[in-house]
């Protein structure tokens, strides 16, 4: 509900005027309850252990609040504000010095269970957070990507890499794989590609010391109830197996 417009009842003022008022009440609002959600979003992940999604988060909505505190006039609400902006930022602060002295022992290690039928982890919201502009090299170990559908999850995971129900046999899987290749070599990224017929184990590395084991590999989306559901497009939407993701960080990735 929109807070009384105090400014307005204190003189006659013209019913442009007095829009563009509520309108700015609106507004503001909206970023607020943004922030509310987003930092509320922070407060849990931090809790659960997953501090580089939590800072992300934290960071966010710290900005979220400082917009909000932009269009405040009462002293009162500005110290408010303040106090809750330098709390999370002190917050973040800690989280980016816990981190960043794990990474340097070679003990991070994070780890997220995604539950049968969850939403939300699309490859972006699993992988963002550990991609950095450092990263130079990706290594990507799964002996199942043989399947259409898996392909399309290569492709997913180059495309997130550049921005951030038939069987497939093994002229297919190389056929578009090699498509892939060209059109990666296109945008300046090579793909290297090694065939084996012992891996079992699936594993990503990156070349900035990041490693991410996930129980099913990339394939852990369901299958969307139809062309026109929601999630078809949209990953964050499309439900997933029940899976879990490890993440480590070493100092040494390159030697492996």
């Known amino acids: 509900m929109l807070p009384p417009a105090v400014s307005c009842n204190i003189m006659p003022i013209e019913e442009e005027t007095r829009q563009k008022c509520l309108f700015y009440i609106f507004i503001q609002n909206g ?65 980016k010095a816990h981190v ?19 939403t939300g982890y699309s490859y972006e919201a699993v992988f963002k957070p550990y991609i950095s502009g450092t990263l130079t090299e990706v290594w990507v170990e799964d002996p199942y990507i043989r399947n259409t559908h898996q392909l399309y999850n290569i492709l997913r995971f180059c495309e997130m890499l550049l921005k951030a129900p038939c ?7 190389r056929s578009a794989l090699a498509e892939l290749k060209d059109s990666l070599n296109a945008h300046g990224v090579a793909l290297d590609l ?48 029940e899976t879990t993701i490890d993440i480590f960080h070493t100092k040494h990735t390159k030697t492996l």
């Open 31 to 95: 970023m607020e309850t943004s922030a509310v959600s987003v930092l509320k979003r922070a407060v849990e992940l931090d809790q659960s252990g997953r501090f580089l999604e939590s800072l992300v988060c934290y960071q966010e909505g710290v900005q979220l609040l400082i917009d909000v505190l932009k269009a405040v006039n009462d002293e009162s609400k500005k110290g408010h504000y303040r106090e809750k902006i330098k709390g999370y930022i002190d917050r973040a602060e800690q989280i």
């Open 167 to 173: 069987k497939a046999d093994a002229s297919q899987q």
């Open 100 to 118: 960043n002295q794990m990474k340097e022992d070679g003990k991070y290690h994070e780890q997220i269970k995604i539950a049968e039928d969850a």
């Open 194 to 241: 090694q065939y084996s017929s012992t891996i079992h184990d699936r594993e990503i590395r990156f070349d900035n010391g990041w490693i991410i084991k996930i129980g099913r590999g990339l394939d852990y989306f369901k299958r969307p109830k139809g062309r026109f559901s929601v999630g078809y497009c949209d990953h964050d939407l499309r439900q997933c197996y």
